[in-house]
């Protein structure tokens, strides 16, 4: 069954592949300019088809795809990010089995649910319903999902590494990488449970913001199923009724982004999968979010890293931006920091200058895409689903069209979630290792210095004359100090500051010594 599974997408693959290999290669030497852009989209519309044809899988991989500015051209990119999720629900006699099995009957623990679903998703479809009079919502997972989806990860697992040989080094690794977080992913968005813990941590980070996020109704949850408060409301995109509310467009764009945004850079997990089916707004303006299978997750010091970044593109620092680049592991080792200085500050005029409602990551994104030749970028992991997120909060701009500036929102809420005093620490803090690590090139010639030191003090003895090595050892002394402390200062800050501070007092010490 896998095999002809296997050999059958392999077969309907194999075209897009070569097509895809084939504009980007020539997407990458022309650096996105004098392309026959009709061409492209026609060439990422088949492969759009090609993922619906291969089933809920591919679909998703599509989606994925659409936010991999380190994998495909511009166009493909703005192609594939229309492929939808949307599929008739299952029967409800067959839903109805794994809602009964997990929970109870349905006659028993709920009023009643109506079998006609409000939703139908490849992984899910959702009812409503009531229990104890108040109004519900039931997220069921679809019959047989995971055996369909295990069956075509292991066929994804076997054509990739086929598929790769294709093409260039540096794809590969980004291919490869997306591939594992796709599947960590998948499993992640197909157990109920890490969705609801999920929503709640969100819903606990977020309390003090403006957003609603459903309640989870724990005894009528499982790994299959998700029963949730109904919180009704009007689609994020849906302008004409928004309008009718009189609800203010403008100031609800700031709000998606301030939500998304605090979420990123304040707190370790945010929603990851922002597209318009899963924000609405009530009556009064407020925005609800649904559906958290799939989130991101930023320890905090790629947090701070992030922060930095956006700090350096808003003060137009470009030694500053790539410095925050390369700590967050998205250049290659082997960078030429002049040709992506010199990229960043035109990217950085361009953005300030003509372009000021884009967001500031994106378009540096966008201006590496273009110019991966020179400019060898990688989205590493961490990074990839905030990525994604960005992108799609960009397209819920896009479809309003209302006058935005990122930058503003963005230092509002690095301002108010006092985020500016952390990233310059961090930029201290680098700036401290970065020194310390030009002492350690030092400390490793230390037994060269051993072997001066034990020559110079036979010497000594010979010549009885005790102080003239005193400040090399106090120097070594205190640089052994202070490098300790710039390491310490990572965990305990004022324990840092002491030992950098003794270790100058020492060298001092040292130098007055020895005058006497
Ligand atoms: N708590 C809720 N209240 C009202 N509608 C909801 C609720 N949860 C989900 N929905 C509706 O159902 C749709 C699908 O739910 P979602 O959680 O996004 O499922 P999927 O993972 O299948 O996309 C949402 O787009 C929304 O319209
Ligand atoms: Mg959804």
Redesign the pocket.
Known sequence: MSTTRTIQVFIKLIPSILALRKDRRKWVKKEGKDVDLEKYRKNARKVLNTFISLGPVYIKLGQWLSSRADILPQPYLEELAKLQ?NVPAAPFDQVKPIIENDIGLINEKFDDIDPNP?????????Y?GRISGQE??V?VKRPGIEKVVEEDLKVLKKILPMALRFVDPNLRFSARAMLSQFIETIHE?MDYTI?SSNLKKIKHDMKKSNILV?SVYDDYSSKNV?T??????I?ITNIEALDEKGIDRQKLVIDVHKVFFTMLLRHSLFHA?PHP??I?VTDDGKL?L????MVGRLDNETRLRLIRLYLALVEKDPPRTVNAMADLGMLTPDFNRSVIEKGIELAVGAMHGKKPDEMEVQSLMELANKTMSKFPFILPKNLALYMRMASIIEGIYKTHKVDFKFVKVLREILEEENLIKDAYIEELKYSFQRFAKSIDATISIAPELKKFIDENRSIQFLNAKPKSNILLSGSILSSAIFVGSTVLYTSNESLGITGMICSMIIMSIFTIFRKH
Request: aromatic share 8%; no cysteine.
């Open positions: 999720d409000i939703s139908g998703a490849s992984l899910g479809q959702v409503r519900i919502v997220k968005e969705e459903p998700l949730m408060e109904y919180l009704p409301g689609k999968d089916g899963n609405s609800i649904y559906d958290y299978g």
